[in-house]
């Protein structure tokens, strides 16, 4: 009985004073800063991931004290991180280019 008490005078203490919150808006008013916003988010943490894997595949070459089969593993680890920082820039400069002909099309 004690806890059903204590619960609920403390929700009801939370209720009574709870205060709104003034957060930042949003500035997604339009489709395009939106898909934008998300675009470059997306473009900064794949880039910095592909650029975690090109960091790893050198420590792993450095650490492969001569031996064949890691010196392998670690080459490809750093082809395989700049074919994909490739590929990610390759994706933002052609949703750059659709998006400014979207724009030029659609009278933006």
Same mark, same amino acid.
């Given at each position: 009985?004690?806890?059903? !008490?204590?619960?609920?005078? +403390?929700? +009801? ?13 949003? =500035? !997604? ?5 939106? @898909?934008?916003? !998300? *675009?470059?988010?997306?473009?900064? %943490? #794949? ?6 894997? +090109? *960091? ?9 004290? =001569?031996?064949?089969?890691? %010196? =392998?593993? #670690? ?6 991180? +700049? ?5 990610? @820039? #390759?994706?933002? *400069? !052609?949703?750059? @280019? ?11």
């Amino acid at each position: 009985m004690k806890k059903v !008490i204590f619960t609920s005078s +403390l929700l +009801l203490t939370a209720l009574i004073f709870a205060s709104p919150v003034f957060a930042q808006s949003a =500035d !997604i008013g339009k489709v395009e800063s939106f @898909i934008k916003t !998300i *675009v470059s988010y997306l473009t900064f %943490l #794949a880039g910095s991931v592909a650029a975690g894997f +090109l *960091v790893y595949g050198g420590f792993k070459y450095m650490g492969a004290n =001569d031996n064949p089969e890691h %010196l =392998d593993g #670690a080459k490809r680890t750093i082809a395989n991180s +700049l074919i994909g920082l490739v590929i990610v @820039i #390759a994706a933002y *400069v !052609i949703m750059q @280019i659709v998006s400014s002909a979207a724009k030029t099309a659609f009278g933006g």
